[in-house]
């Protein structure tokens, strides 16, 4: 049953999680250490932060949130709950789309994020794998994301209808609609994706937050999980293939 062609793209993930359950759908390696995140897990920090973008921000369908992190499985959540939302992710350069025309900015690094609108909302993430605060002082304007998206439901609650039309992704050379995420995953609107992979590592030196992020939509939705690594490790390893070797063995990774 071809599924994503029916309903949104990341409501067809949330069902790829509850499908994958308590098996690992996202292994994270940073430079302190390496979690595993279940299809259950990922599907209830989806939820929880979809839940506050619906229903404590309020964003309206095809408002814009802009994700200022690095490839990390904290971004992947933003990105995925925005979507879920019917929100715009903006990947355009500052220059193309400043940060004061974003609803939402989800940011680690808050005290360089200024000018923004009266109706921008700042959200400080931190990086720590597990952290449930930023774990820092924040500006007067920021909130500290991890309590907000923590207390939210692990159940999904009210969304919004999606307007197919309305724009998903901004990019610095085109818009994909919400319609248009399937055949974006799917690379049918630009070169062929790479072919599912049951486990696929997600990152390369140059890999971008909008990479990252096709890659794992691409993996989760043919039934695969993906181990994802921060910059710093993603560098180390780069230059250390045989540690490169030994993890890509061990994680059973296949592309």
Known sequence: MNFMNSIPVVNALLTANQRTGRHPQLTWYGHDGRIELSGDVLTNWINKTTNLLVEEIAI???????????????????????????????????????????????????????????????YAVSLAPLARTFGAPLPPHVIDAGPAVMGNSDALGYVPPITPNSPALYTSSTTITHEGLHDWVNGTLSAPHTPPARRYLAVSPDTTTLDVLRSALHTWLNGGSIVLTDPVTTAELHTDPERKERILASENVTA
């Not at 500052?94 to 974003?102: C, F, R, S």
């Not at 939402?104 to 921008?120: G, H, K, L």
């Open 60 to 122: 309206d369908p095809g408002e814009t949130v802009r994700i200022d992190l690095p490839p990390h499985w904290r971004t992947l959540v933003w990105q995925c709950a925005t979507l879920l939302a019917g929100g715009a992710l903006d990947f355009t350069p500052p220059a193309h789309q400043p940060p004061h025309l974003a609803r939402v900015i989800a940011t680690n690094r808050p005290d360089e994020i200024s000018a923004v609108s009266p109706q921008s909302e700042i």
